[in-house]
C-alpha cells in the first residue's frame, strides 16, 4: 500500500488522496485572452521530473501541494498551500462593463 | 515426410530467402521526406498508407524500442465503434470496415474475430445513455442493439446477473465488437511498408526536432542527425515529452493502465464483456485465457509498474461477474502508459508548427482506431496539411475554443 504523509493528518494510504493537477499560474481570469485561459484549463506540461502538484485529501476534505517524481512515483514533500500562496490575488476588472444596446 | 522438406533439409540455402518479413536495418539516409516518429501501429499504418496510396516511400519510422513495443503490444486488442458523438461513432465505424479486410489486404493472418462486445447496464440513466449510442451508432451504419436480461442470459449463460447488487438491467450488444492479435496488425503494416520501399529504423530514439522559422527541418536521433520534408508524432505514452522536443504543449495527462490474464480454460465466453458501474472488462481470447481490465490509474505517472490496489478492485469486480474465476490462477499482469484527453478524444491533425503533424492522445481507445488512423494520416501528410473531414474535429486547437468532442461515457469502463 502506497503512503502519502498529509500535512494536516500525516502519514495515510494513498486512496484517501485525490490527484488535482500541476501547479500552475491562474491567468487573470476577467482581463486574459480566451486562448490564455484554455491554456491554464487544458494543457499541462505532463513531463518526467519532480512536479509541484495539487492533491485533495478527501476524508478531511483538505487541499495540500506534493512534489513528486512523475517516473518514479516517489512523494519528496508535501505541504500547506499558504507556503507558496502567501497572499490573496485580487483580479482587477479592466474592462468595461457592456453597455446596453438601445435600438 | 514431404519430398521438398527433405530436399531444402539438404541444401545449405534457405528456400524463403528473399521472402524475409522484414529488410535488414540500414544506416540512416540524411533526407527524407517523412520521418515518423514512433514505430508501434499508428506509425507503420501511417507509412504503409503513405507508400500503398499516395505513392510517397522516402519515409523513415523511427522506433526508441522495437516494432510494435509499446502500447501496441500492451493494449487488450478491443475493437469496437459503439462510441456517443457522431463524431467518434463515424470514425470508429470506418476503423472496424478496414480491419474486417486487413488479413486479406496483408496476406497475413491477424486473427480478426468478430465475436461482439456487451456493455451492461445497472442503471436507469446507463440505459438511457445505451439508446442514444444505439440510435447513433445505427445511424452511422455500425450494428448494436439493446437488449434485456433474458437476452444477455442467453448470449452469456456463465455471467452472474446481479453483480455486487447491482442487477443488470439491460445491455448494449455491439454485434460488430471484435478483437484481433494486436502485434499481427503492426508487423502486417510494417511488412507492407517496407516492402513499398520505407524504411523501419529501430532502436532509433529520437533526442530533438530541429526548427527554423515554425518548420521543423530535422529530427537528432541517437544514430545521428537526419533532415525531413515533415515529421508525423505518433508515440502514445510520450506524447507530451515528445511534442515538448518541437515546442508544444498538449492538453494530455499521461496515466498507467493496467490490465491481466489468467491461465487458459475451455471456452465458456464468445462475446467481449464489460460493465459500465464495475469498470471492468472481460473477455476470453482464442488460447482460452481471460483477459480483463478497467479503469486508468487514479492518478498520472510515466510508469508500467503494477499497483495491489488496483489489481485487487478489478479482480473483485471481475469476481462478481463471473464467480468461478474466483478459482482461476493469474498468468500475467501489466501495464501501458496512456496519454489522456479531457474529453477521452484523440488529438490528430495540424500543430503550431506548420509541418510537424499529430497523432497523440490515444489513451485508452488507440489500437481499435489503427487502421482509419493510418489512412487519415496519411491523406494529411501527402496532402501537405488539408486536414481530412473525419479527422477534423479531433484537432488539437478545439481546446482553445472550447469546442470538445466528449467520449467519457463511451469507455469501456469509465476512468
Given at each position: 500500500?502506497?503512503?502519502?504523509?498529509?500535512?494536516?493528518?500525516?502519514?495515510?494510504?494513498?486512496?484517501?488522496?485525490?490527484?488535482?493537477?500541476?501547479?500552475k499560474?491562474?491567468?487573470?481570469m476577467?482581463?486574459?485572452?480566451?486562448?490564455?485561459?484554455?491554456?491554464?484549463?487544458?494543457?499541462y506540461?505532463?513531463?518526467?521530473?519532480?512536479?509541484?502538484?495539487?492533491?485533495?485529501?478527501?476524508?478531511?476534505?483538505?487541499?495540500?501541494?506534493?512534489?513528486?517524481?512523475?517516473?518514479?512515483?516517489?512523494?519528496?514533500?508535501?505541504?500547506?498551500?499558504?507556503?507558496?500562496?502567501?497572499?490573496?490575488?485580487?483580479?482587477?476588472?479592466?474592462?468595461?462593463?457592456a453597455?446596453e444596446?438601445?435600438? | 515426410?514431404?519430398?521438398s522438406?527433405?530436399?531444402?533439409?539438404l541444401?545449405?540455402?534457405y528456400?524463403?530467402?528473399?521472402?524475409?518479413?522484414?529488410?535488414?536495418?540500414?544506416?540512416?539516409?540524411?533526407?527524407?521526406?517523412?520521418?515518423?516518429?514512433?514505430?508501434?501501429?499508428?506509425?507503420?499504418?501511417?507509412?504503409?498508407y503513405?507508400?500503398?496510396?499516395?505513392?510517397?516511400t522516402?519515409?523513415?519510422?523511427?522506433?526508441?524500442?522495437?516494432?510494435?513495443?509499446?502500447?501496441?503490444?500492451?493494449?487488450?486488442a478491443?475493437?469496437?465503434?459503439?462510441?456517443l458523438?457522431?463524431?467518434?461513432?463515424?470514425?470508429?465505424?470506418?476503423?472496424v470496415?478496414?480491419?474486417k479486410?486487413?488479413?486479406?489486404?496483408?496476406?497475413?493472418?491477424?486473427?480478426?474475430?468478430?465475436r461482439?462486445?456487451?456493455?451492461?447496464?445497472?442503471?436507469?440513466?446507463?440505459?438511457?445513455?445505451?439508446?442514444?449510442?444505439?440510435?447513433?451508432?445505427?445511424h452511422?451504419?455500425?450494428?448494436?442493439?439493446?437488449?434485456?436480461?433474458?437476452?444477455?442470459?442467453?448470449?452469456?449463460?456463465?455471467?452472474?446477473?446481479?453483480?455486487?447488487?447491482?442487477?443488470?438491467?439491460?445491455?448494449?450488444?455491439?454485434?460488430?465488437?471484435?478483437?484481433?492479435?494486436?502485434?499481427?496488425?503492426?508487423?502486417?503494416?510494417?511488412?507492407?511498408?517496407?516492402?513499398?520501399?520505407?524504411?523501419?529504423?529501430?532502436?532509433?530514439?529520437?533526442?530533438?526536432?530541429?526548427?527554423e522559422?515554425?518548420?521543423?527541418?530535422?529530427?537528432?536521433?541517437?544514430?545521428?542527425?537526419?533532415?525531413?520534408?515533415?515529421?508525423?508524432?505518433?508515440?502514445?505514452?510520450?506524447?507530451?515529452?515528445?511534442?515538448?522536443?518541437?515546442?508544444?504543449?498538449?492538453?494530455?495527462?499521461?496515466?498507467?493502465?493496467?490490465?491481466?490474464?489468467?491461465?487458459?480454460?475451455?471456452?465458456?465466453?464468445?462475446?467481449?464483456?464489460?460493465?459500465?458501474?464495475?469498470?471492468?472488462?472481460?473477455?476470453?481470447?482464442?488460447?482460452?485465457?481471460?483477459?480483463?481490465?478497467?479503469?486508468?490509474?487514479?492518478?498520472?505517472?510515466?510508469?508500467?509498474?503494477?499497483?495491489?490496489?488496483?489489481?485487487?478492485?478489478?479482480?473483485?469486480?471481475?469476481?462478481?461477474?463471473?464467480?468461478?474465476m474466483?478459482?482461476?490462477?493469474?498468468?500475467?499482469?501489466?501495464?501501458?502508459?496512456?496519454?489522456?484527453?479531457?474529453?477521452?478524444?484523440?488529438?490528430?491533425g495540424?500543430?503550431?508548427?506548420?509541418?510537424?503533424?499529430?497523432?497523440?492522445?490515444?489513451?485508452?481507445?488507440g489500437?481499435?482506431?489503427?487502421?482509419?488512423?493510418?489512412?487519415?494520416?496519411?491523406?494529411?501528410?501527402?496532402?501537405?496539411?488539408?486536414?481530412?473531414?473525419?479527422i477534423?474535429?479531433?484537432?488539437?486547437?478545439?481546446?482553445?475554443?472550447?469546442?470538445?468532442?466528449?467520449?467519457?461515457?463511451?469507455?469501456?469502463?469509465?476512468?
Amino acid at each position: 500500500m502506497k503512503i502519502m504523509n498529509c500535512p494536516l493528518n500525516g502519514p495515510r494510504n494513498i486512496s484517501e488522496f485525490v490527484y488535482g493537477g500541476e501547479v500552475k499560474p491562474m491567468p487573470d481570469m476577467v482581463n486574459c485572452s480566451d486562448k490564455e485561459w484554455a491554456e491554464y484549463v487544458f494543457y499541462y506540461d505532463n513531463t518526467i521530473r519532480i512536479v509541484q502538484e495539487w492533491w485533495f485529501h478527501s476524508p478531511s476534505g483538505y487541499w495540500f501541494i506534493a512534489e513528486r517524481h512523475t517516473a518514479s512515483d516517489e512523494i519528496l514533500k508535501t505541504y500547506d498551500p499558504s507556503e507558496i500562496f502567501k497572499e490573496r490575488i485580487d483580479f482587477e476588472v479592466k474592462a468595461k462593463p457592456a453597455q446596453e444596446v438601445v435600438s | 515426410m514431404p519430398f521438398s522438406l527433405l530436399k531444402y533439409g539438404l541444401k545449405n540455402d534457405y528456400p524463403f530467402e528473399n521472402d524475409v518479413d522484414l529488410p535488414t536495418p540500414t544506416d540512416l539516409k540524411k533526407h527524407y521526406d517523412v520521418v515518423i516518429i514512433g514505430g508501434g501501429g499508428h506509425g507503420v499504418a501511417t507509412a504503409y498508407y503513405l507508400a500503398k496510396y499516395h505513392g510517397i516511400t522516402n519515409i523513415a519510422i523511427l522506433e526508441k524500442g522495437y516494432l510494435g513495443g509499446g502500447n501496441t503490444a500492451r493494449n487488450t486488442a478491443v475493437i469496437r465503434s459503439n462510441y456517443l458523438t457522431s463524431e467518434g461513432v463515424k470514425f470508429y465505424t470506418e476503423s472496424v470496415d478496414l480491419f474486417k479486410q486487413l488479413s486479406n489486404e496483408f496476406d497475413f493472418n491477424i486473427m480478426y474475430s468478430s465475436r461482439g462486445q456487451l456493455t451492461l447496464a445497472h442503471t436507469d440513466a446507463a440505459v438511457r445513455s445505451f439508446r442514444q449510442r444505439t440510435e447513433v451508432n445505427t445511424h452511422f451504419g455500425g450494428k448494436t442493439e439493446l437488449i434485456d436480461p433474458q437476452q444477455i442470459k442467453e448470449l452469456v449463460p456463465t455471467l452472474n446477473m446481479n453483480p455486487a447488487d447491482m442487477p443488470v438491467l439491460a445491455g448494449l450488444w455491439h454485434i460488430d465488437g471484435a478483437t484481433a492479435r494486436h502485434d499481427a496488425v503492426a508487423w502486417g503494416y510494417a511488412k507492407g511498408a517496407t516492402q513499398r520501399g520505407v524504411e523501419l529504423h529501430q532502436l532509433t530514439e529520437v533526442v530533438d526536432v530541429i526548427t527554423e522559422n515554425n518548420k521543423v527541418t530535422g529530427v537528432k536521433t541517437n544514430r545521428g542527425t537526419v533532415k525531413c520534408g515533415c515529421v508525423v508524432q505518433a508515440v502514445a505514452g510520450h506524447s507530451s515529452i515528445v511534442a515538448a522536443m518541437a515546442g508544444i504543449k498538449m492538453p494530455i495527462t499521461t496515466y498507467p493502465l493496467q490490465a491481466m490474464v489468467t491461465q487458459p480454460v475451455k471456452p465458456f465466453l464468445d462475446p467481449l464483456v464489460s460493465s459500465s458501474a464495475l469498470h471492468c472488462y472481460v473477455q476470453q481470447t482464442g488460447r482460452g485465457e481471460i483477459v480483463f481490465g478497467g479503469g486508468s490509474d487514479p492518478y498520472p505517472l510515466y510508469n508500467t509498474r503494477s499497483t495491489l490496489d488496483l489489481k485487487e478492485s478489478l479482480l473483485a469486480s471481475a469476481i462478481e461477474m463471473f464467480p468461478f474465476m474466483a478459482n482461476l490462477k493469474l498468468m500475467r499482469q501489466w501495464a501501458g502508459i496512456t496519454d489522456m484527453t479531457s474529453d477521452y478524444s484523440p488529438i490528430m491533425g495540424l500543430s503550431p508548427v506548420d509541418n510537424y503533424y499529430l497523432d497523440a492522445g490515444w489513451g485508452t481507445w488507440g489500437f481499435k482506431s489503427t487502421p482509419i488512423c493510418g489512412k487519415t494520416m496519411a491523406e494529411l501528410v501527402a496532402s501537405g496539411g488539408k486536414v481530412p473531414d473525419l479527422i477534423a474535429p479531433f484537432s488539437m486547437d478545439r481546446f482553445d475554443v472550447f469546442r470538445q468532442v466528449n467520449e467519457m461515457g463511451a469507455t469501456a469502463a469509465s476512468h
